[in-house]
């Protein structure tokens, strides 16, 4: 690939996926305009991504050969709080960049979530119908439909929940497991009914980085694809593993196994599973165990 070709502009660049994406790429000698908004690290570039004309700008300005949107408000309960802002940043935003990729003939890297479906039927195939339970899923499924209504050659990148490096424990809903194992004073229950396949974001970053050089050399790799972990844990399970790995007490944790009541203010899928053998059939896609990825991820956490 030519060096003029790698040239990525990347969305949500200070946030969880987002600094492990900047981080492969910037290794692979790919020159990044990466964005934030309430982070803004050294290198990065502040930018309102609700404002279309700041981004149609700013995306024109930097003449990307690749472009991946990861910013998101990803926290169910916060978009239930604030509906429109959720709306305004995986919605509208996502529209805003699809627009002006269109224009400027560049593909988009959308990364979408396993909360999409209802968790009823897994494993779910990348042509499955959707059928989110809650507004976060329902609004991540819009940003993946304008997404890929205004470029034909974009990517949908569907991911479960996601873990890492975090810069504070709550960052992620895996990290955020070991508050409860660390406060041996206050016995708590946690959920052991969801199933879940926590993926590593330095997996998911490797991911991007393989789809962005082949979709600048082939430009039918495009449409929907999935990734997820190749281990399935509850929380309560994920919680065991980080007890074990670091060798914490955990018998003041009870699992939780009680299926979670109809009236719960967001509802979460039972187990979403995805099918992700288009991206092993393209040769892509790789899985860290979870106790290591877990320990490097928490190591630092661990006094």
């Known amino acids: 690939m030519a060096t003029r070709d790698k040239h990525l502009f990347l969305t949500g660049a200070s946030g969880l996926l987002g600094r492990a994406i900047y981080k492969k790429f910037i290794t692979e000698g790919w020159v990044i305009y990466g964005t934030a908004y309430t982070r803004v690290a050294e290198g990065l570039h502040k930018l309102d991504l609700t404002d279309e004309n700041e981004v149609k700008k700013a995306v024109i300005q930097f003449k990307p050969s690749f472009l991946i949107h990861c910013a998101a408000q990803r926290f169910p309960e916060k978009v239930d709080l604030d509906p429109e802002g959720a709306e305004n940043i995986n919605i509208n935003a996502s529209r805003y960049l699809a627009q002006v990729v269109d224009c400027i003939q560049v593909p988009m890297l959308y990364i979408s979530t396993d909360y999409v479906f209802d968790g009823k039927s897994p494993p779910y195939a990348v042509d499955a119908v959707p059928n989110p339970l809650n507004l976060y899923g329902k609004t991540k499924l819009n940003g993946e439909e304008v997404t890929l209504a205004f470029g034909k050659g974009n990517i949908v990148l569907r991911v479960p929940v996601l873990y890492g490096p975090v810069e504070y424990v709550a960052e992620s809903a895996v990290t955020v497991l070991l508050n409860s194992l660390l406060q ?120």
């Not at 879940?196 to 039918?220: G, T």
């Not at 997820?228 to 593993?241: D, H, I, P, R, W």
């Not at 009236?263 to 187990?271: F, N, S």
Request: one cysteine or more; glycine letters at 4%.
């Open 184 to 303: 041996t004073d206050k016995p708590c229950k946690i959920s052991n009914y969801e199933l879940r396949r926590p993926s590593h974001v330095d997996d998911i970053a490797d991911i991007c980085l393989q789809m962005a050089m082949k979709r600048l050399e082939d430009e039918n790799i495009c449409g929907i694809f999935h990734w997820c972990g190749k281990e399935v844990f509850t929380k309560y399970g994920m919680l065991v593993q980080i007890a074990r790995v670091f060798h914490l007490p955990y018998s003041h944790v009870t699992p939780d196994s009680n299926l979670p009541s109809a009236t719960t203010p967001t509802p979460r899928p039972y187990d979403t599973t995805l099918d992700t053998s288009r991206l092993e059939q393209l040769g892509i896609g790789y899985h860290t165990p979870f106790n290591v990825g877990i320990k490097s991820a928490l190591q630092s956490w661990i006094r």
